[in-house]
C-alpha cells in the first residue's frame, strides 16, 4: 500500500528514498564529503508538483497516520502503484535534500504530474504566469504542515519545506517563491517574525506574499492584533486550522489576490524599461498635473535631473512666453473632457532657453471611469532654434561628435530620401515582383498629386535650415497653422487637357451644374424594399457544393468574382459575406447570431440593384472580398484593431447599398430627392450609410448591433460612415495627400535610416488608423484595374454600360451631359481606362502598396496598363493606315 517515498539522512551523509516500509535501499545517493558527515541544521525538501508526501513519510513513520488521514481526503493516492519494482520504486518523482551546508546534497525525481501555467492579462499585455512557488518554514513536522503540503499538492503548487532560517533564506533566494508560510505558533522553535524581516531585507521579495500561521485565540484571551505581524512584513495572519481544505482555500485566495496582482505589478518593470529606453520625452502627472514619471529622454531634453520634478505641480515649473496666450486653458479644457490633445507647444529648458516641442497629452481613464493621469509624449520639432539647442545639450554633456552627427541627421534628413532617378520606372520593362515594393516607396517622395498646402509646408521647411533664428521662429508658426487648418484640399485639374480624364474629373469629382429651367430628374425609387419575400436563410454549413468549393479560393486575390456571381443566381454577398465575416469573428465580437447575420446580408443584398451594370452586389461582394484581402496583409492587420476590421468589412458591404446607377452630378443636376435631402453634397455616400442603418435598426431580425454596448456601437457607427464617406471622390485626393505625408513619408524615413523626430504620429495612433482605414477601402472601392486582366477587362466593360446609360438618361431628359465621351457611340474603353488608371489609381495605389506590400496587384496593374495602351495603339495605328480601297 505505502506509494509514498520518504527522504531519510544516513549518518554518513548518504540520502536514501524509501518508497515503502519494505524497500529501505538507496534510490540515488550522492555523498556530502568524502570525510566525516557535515551537520544537517536544517533541511529543505522540493517537489515540482507537489506530487510526494512532506519528508519523513513512510507507511510505518509515525507520522503515517496523518498520510493516510491526508490521502483520503485528497481522495486519490500518489501516482505511483505498490507493485512496481524495487529498482523503479522513484516512480518518476523529482525531490531535492539539501541545507545551507549542503547544497550539493541532492536526490533528484521526474515528476509524473505536469502542472500547466496560467495566462493573465494586464491592459495589452499578455503573461504567463508559472506555476506558484511556495515555501512552508516550519520546525518540525505536524498536522499544520501536513495540511499546507497536501493543499499545495491539490492546487498544483510547487513546494518547498525548510527547517531553519538559514535553510530557508537560502532557499528563497534561490527559488523566489510567491507566497511563504511561516510558523508563528511555537516562539521557541525559531523568532518568525525575525524570520520574515530576513526575508523581507532581500530584493526578490518584494513581490512575494509572507503568510503567519498562528495559534487560535483561547477564549479568555482578546484577540491580538495583527499590527505587529504587518510591522514585521507579513502580508496576512491564517489562524491555525490543519484542514487541507481550509489550507486550500487560503492559498487559493492568496494567489488570486496578491500574487496575481503582484504578478502584474512585476510586469510593469518591463513597461517602466521600455519607457527608460525610449527616445522619446515623456512626462506622466496625476490628474491633479503633480508629476509622477519622467524618462531620461526627458531629462536630456528639458536639462533638469527627475528628482527636481517628482512631486512638483507642472504650475511650478518656469513657461516659455513664445506660447499664446490661451494655450494652456485651450489644452486643459480639451484633456479635462478626456480627449487627447496634440500640438506644438513651447517649453522652457533648465538653463532658461525655449524649445520647440510637438505635444501629445493623452488623459489614461483609472477607477470608476475618472480621468487618473496624463501621459505626455514630447518631441522636438525640427528648427533651426532647436538644432542650436540640441548642440547646446550635447555640448554640456561633453558629446561633441554625437552632437555633429546628429546635427547633421536633422539638417540632410530630406536629402537622404531613396534617388528615385535611379530606380527603374515603370515601362515596357515591368519591374521584378520581390523589387517591386521599393520603388512604390521611392515614389511617394515625389507624388505628382502633391496639394498645394504640402508644396508650401515643404517650401517653408527647406527655407528654416538656413534662415536666422527670428526668421525660422516666424516660419514655426506659420507651419503651426498650416498644419491645424484644414487646407488640404487639392487642385483639381487634368493631365495633358484629355478629355478622358476631364469628364471623369467632372463626372466623379464635381456636383454637377444644376439646371435653371426648373426641369427636374426626380428620384423616385422606393428605396425602402421589403424583405418578406426573401427564402429562409442558409446555414454556413449548408452552402451548397458548388458554392463552397469556390469559396475555399476567397482569400486568394485572383478569386474570381463573376464566376460566384453565376453559381448564386446573383447574390453573390450573402455567401461571400457569410465566409469573409465567419474568417474574422464578426458575430462573435457583435455578439450576434449566425442568424441575425444571414438575415442582414440578405436584407443589404436585396438593396443592392441588379439591374445595375456596375453598382450591383457583386460589385459590393468585390469591394468587401478586397477589403479582406488588405485585412490580412502584415502592416494592415499590425495597426488596425478588430473594431476596426469589423466596421471595415461592414462598410465594404454596405458602401454603395441602392445604388442608382447613376453618378452624383447626375443627380445633382436632375434636382434628384437625395440631392435635395443632403444639399447636393456627398449625395450617394450619404444615402448609402443612412440607408444601411435605417435597414439594419428597423428589424430586430437582422440587427446585428443590438448587443453591443452603446458606447461600442456608437466608435462602430462613426468609423463606418467614415469609411463610406471616403469613397465619395470630390476628397480622393485629400486623403491620397494626408496618407502619403501622415504614414508613407515617416515610414520611408524609418527605412532610409533617418533619426529625424519631425513626425509626432505613429502609424497606430488614432488619426492614423483613421487614414489607413480610409485608404483601405477607397482602394478596394476602385482596385479593378489592379485584378487579373480577365476580370479587369469585364469590369472596364460594366462601369462603361453604366456611364453609357446614364449619358443616354442625360439626352432624353434635357440634362447636362456630364461625361460626353462615354457616349456608347463613340467611346474608347481602352482611353478610358488609361485616363482613369494615370489620374487616379497609379498614385494612390503606389503609395497603399509601399504601406501594405502589394507586389501582387502592381505587377496585375502593370500588365493591365500594358494592355490598354497596346489596345490603344493598334486603334490609333489601324486609324491612320490609308483605306485598303
Request: overall charge negative.
Amino acid at each position: 500500500m505505502g506509494c509514498a517515498p520518504s527522504i531519510h539522512v544516513s549518518q554518513s551523509g548518504v540520502i536514501y528514498c524509501r518508497d515503502s516500509d519494505e524497500s529501505n535501499s538507496p534510490c540515488q545517493t550522492t555523498s556530502v564529503s568524502q570525510g566525516p558527515a557535515a551537520p544537517l541544521h536544517g533541511l529543505f525538501v522540493q517537489t515540482d508538483a507537489a506530487d510526494a508526501i512532506p519528508p519523513s513519510r513512510a507507511s510505518g513513520a509515525p507520522g503515517a497516520a496523518r498520510v493516510r488521514k491526508a490521502r483520503a481526503e485528497l481522495g486519490s493516492c500518489s501516482s505511483a502503484g505498490s507493485a512496481a519494482p524495487a529498482a523503479t520504486t522513484c516512480r518518476g518523482r523529482r525531490r531535492h535534500c539539501c541545507s545551507s551546508a549542503e547544497a550539493e546534497t541532492q536526490t533528484s525525481y521526474t515528476s509524473v504530474k505536469q502542472v500547466s501555467s496560467a495566462e493573465v492579462r494586464i491592459g495589452p499585455m499578455r503573461l504567463t504566469q508559472d506555476p506558484i512557488q511556495v515555501l512552508l518554514i516550519f520546525a518540525k513536522e505536524d498536522s499544520q504542515s501536513d495540511g499546507f503540503w497536501w493543499a499545495c499538492d491539490r492546487a498544483g503548487y510547487k513546494c518547498n519545506i525548510s527547517r531553519t532560517p538559514e535553510s530557508a533564506l537560502e532557499c528563497f533566494l534561490d527559488k523566489h517563491h510567491e507566497i511563504i508560510v511561516i510558523d508563528h505558533r511555537h516562539t521557541r522553535n525559531f523568532d518568525a517574525e525575525a524570520v520574515c524581516r530576513s526575508i523581507r531585507a532581500t530584493n526578490p521579495s518584494e513581490h512575494t506574499v509572507i503568510l503567519a500561521v498562528v495559534s487560535q485565540a483561547s477564549g479568555d484571551h482578546e484577540e491580538a492584533s495583527v499590527l505587529p505581524l504587518l510591522h514585521a512584513g507579513f502580508n496576512r495572519r491564517y489562524m491555525e486550522n490543519s484542514s487541507i481544505i481550509a489550507c486550500y482555500n487560503e492559498l487559493i485566495q492568496i494567489e488570486h489576490g496578491e500574487v496575481r496582482s503582484q504578478f502584474k505589478l512585476r510586469a510593469c518593470n518591463s513597461v517602466f524599461t521600455a519607457l527608460d529606453h525610449c527616445h522619446e520625452a515623456i512626462e506622466i502627472t496625476s490628474d491633479d498635473h503633480v508629476i509622477q514619471y519622467v524618462n531620461p529622454a526627458f531629462e536630456r531634453m528639458m536639462g533638469y535631473h527627475k528628482g527636481e520634478l517628482l512631486g512638483k505641480e507642472l504650475a511650478e515649473l518656469p513657461k516659455s512666453d513664445k506660447n499664446r496666450a490661451d494655450l494652456l486653458d485651450t489644452i486643459n479644457t480639451c484633456i479635462k473632457k478626456g480627449k487627447e490633445w496634440q500640438g506644438v507647444y513651447y517649453a522652457r529648458r533648465k538653463s532658461g532657453d525655449s524649445i520647440q516641442q510637438h505635444v501629445k497629452i493623452t488623459p489614461v481613464i483609472g477607477q470608476g471611469g475618472k480621468i487618473r493621469h496624463f501621459v505626455s509624449l514630447k518631441k522636438l520639432c525640427c528648427t533651426a532654434d532647436n538644432n542650436k539647442q540640441i548642440h547646446k545639450i550635447h555640448r554640456d554633456s561633453g558629446d561633441n561628435s554625437q552632437t555633429e552627427s546628429h546635427s547633421f541627421r536633422y539638417k540632410n534628413r530630406r536629402k537622404e530620401s531613396i534617388d528615385v532617378k535611379s530606380i527603374s520606372s515603370r515601362g515596357s520593362d515591368a519591374p521584378s515582383l520581390q523589387n517591386r515594393r521599393y520603388p512604390s516607396m521611392a515614389r511617394i517622395h515625389s507624388m505628382t498629386i502633391e496639394a498645394p498646402i504640402t508644396k508650401v509646408i515643404n517650401i517653408i521647411n527647406a527655407a528654416q535650415e538656413n534662415s536666422p533664428v527670428t526668421v525660422a521662429e516666424a516660419l514655426d508658426r506659420v507651419l503651426e497653422i498650416l498644419r491645424t487648418t484644414e487646407l488640404y484640399s487639392p487642385q483639381l485639374g487634368t493631365k495633358d487637357e484629355d478629355p478622358h480624364t476631364s469628364d471623369l474629373v467632372g463626372g466623379l469629382m464635381t456636383d454637377g451644374l444644376r439646371r435653371l429651367s426648373g426641369n427636374e430628374y426626380v428620384f423616385t425609387k422606393n428605396v425602402h424594399q421589403s424583405h418578406s419575400h426573401l427564402a429562409m436563410p442558409i446555414t454556413i454549413n449548408d452552402v451548397p457544393p458548388s458554392i463552397a468549393q469556390l469559396l475555399d479560393n476567397e482569400e486568394s486575390w485572383d478569386f474570381n468574382i463573376f464566376e460566384l456571381e453565376s453559381v448564386t443566381h446573383k447574390r453573390p454577398l450573402v455567401y461571400l459575406g457569410l465566409k469573409v465575416f465567419s474568417r474574422f469573428g464578426v458575430c462573435e465580437f457583435l455578439n450576434c447570431s449566425e442568424t441575425t447575420l444571414r438575415a442582414w446580408l440578405q436584407v443589404i443584398e436585396a438593396n443592392y440593384h441588379s439591374s445595375n451594370a456596375y453598382h450591383n452586389s457583386t460589385h459590393a461582394a468585390d469591394v468587401l472580398h478586397a477589403t479582406a484581402f488588405f485585412l490580412g496583409k502584415e502592416r494592415v492587420k499590425g495597426s488596425l484593431d478588430q473594431l476596426d476590421e469589423v466596421a471595415a468589412l461592414i462598410a465594404a458591404t454596405v458602401h454603395d447599398v441602392d445604388h442608382p446607377g447613376r453618378t452624383n452630378s447626375f443627380l445633382c443636376n436632375a434636382g434628384s430627392e437625395l440631392a435635395v435631402l443632403y444639399n447636393d453634397t456627398a449625395v450617394l455616400e450619404s444615402h448609402h450609410t443612412a440607408l444601411a442603418f435605417q435597414l439594419t435598426v428597423k428589424d430586430s431580425k437582422c440587427n446585428i448591433f443590438k448587443n453591443i454596448d452603446r458606447n461600442h456601437y456608437r466608435t462602430l457607427r462613426q468609423a463606418i460612415i467614415d469609411m463610406v464617406l471616403a469613397t465619395e471622390m470630390t476628397k480622393h485626393f485629400e486623403h491620397v495627400n494626408k496618407f502619403v505625408n501622415s504614414i508613407n513619408k515617416p515610414m520611408a524615413s524609418e527605412t532610409e535610416g533617418s533619426d529625424c523626430e519631425c513626425n509626432p504620429i505613429g502609424k497606430n495612433f488614432p488619426e492614423n488608423q483613421m487614414l489607413i482605414k480610409r485608404m483601405m477601402i477607397k482602394c478596394a472601392d476602385v482596385a479593378n484595374p489592379c485584378r487579373p486582366l480577365d476580370l479587369c477587362i469585364e469590369w472596364a466593360g460594366r462601369i462603361s454600360e453604366e456611364y453609357f446609360a446614364q449619358t443616354d438618361e442625360e439626352k432624353r431628359q434635357g440634362l447636362p451631359v456630364v461625361m460626353p465621351v462615354f457616349d456608347r457611340n463613340s467611346c474608347s474603353i481602352p482611353k478610358s481606362q488609361i485616363s482613369f488608371i494615370d489620374y487616379f489609381i497609379t498614385d494612390m495605389f503606389d503609395a497603399w502598396d509601399a504601406f501594405a506590400h502589394l507586389p501582387a496587384l502592381m505587377q496585375h496593374l502593370a500588365d493591365n496598363y500594358k494592355h490598354w495602351k497596346t489596345l490603344d495603339d493598334l486603334k490609333c495605328k489601324s486609324l491612320r493606315l490609308p483605306s485598303d480601297n
